[in-house]
Nanobody, 126 residues
Framework: QVQLVESGGGLVQEGGSLRLSCAAS????????MGWFRQAPGKERGFVAA???????FYSDAVKGRFLISRDNAKNTMYLQMNSLKPEDTAVYYCAAVEYSGGSYNLQRRSVYPYWGQGTQVTVSS
């Protein structure tokens, strides 16, 4: 089992920045990849970014060039640096993790990830 706890959300003005953190505990040595997803009111939870154990990185088109995903393996923590924030970035942000069990993974799919955090609210005002 892997437990995930997000932090760092809040209220920020358009054009501002926030950094989210996701602290992992439990069977962290087996984690293959971690990702960020977000869900706005009335919308489905969608992919934001993902990072693998060998630091392959993926971004959604909506955040590419503005957000930066990283991880500190020594601290078992993943980060999402969000810059140039827009009102449409307003959502609950969730971190997720998947352990390696062979095969390939489409890290943009929610169903790939068995472990999820509780979410942290990000609100961008115009």
């Amino acid at each position: 089992q892997v437990q995930l706890v997000e932090s760092g959300g809040g209220l920020v003005q358009e054009g501002g920045s926030l950094r989210l953190s996701c602290a992992a505990s439990g069977r962290t040595a087996s984690v293959y990849a971690m990702g960020w997803f977000r869900q706005a009111p009335g919308k489905e939870r969608g992919f934001v970014a993902a990072i693998t154990w060998n630091t392959d990185i993926f971004y959604s088109d909506a955040v590419k060039g503005r957000f930066l995903i990283s991880r500190d393996n020594a601290k078992n923590t993943m980060y999402l640096q969000m810059n140039s924030l827009k009102p449409e970035d307003t959502a609950v942000y969730y971190c997720a993790a998947v352990e390696y069990s062979g095969g390939s993974y489409n890290l943009q799919r929610r169903s790939v990830y068995p472990y999820w955090g509780q979410g942290t609210q990000v609100t961008v005002s115009s």
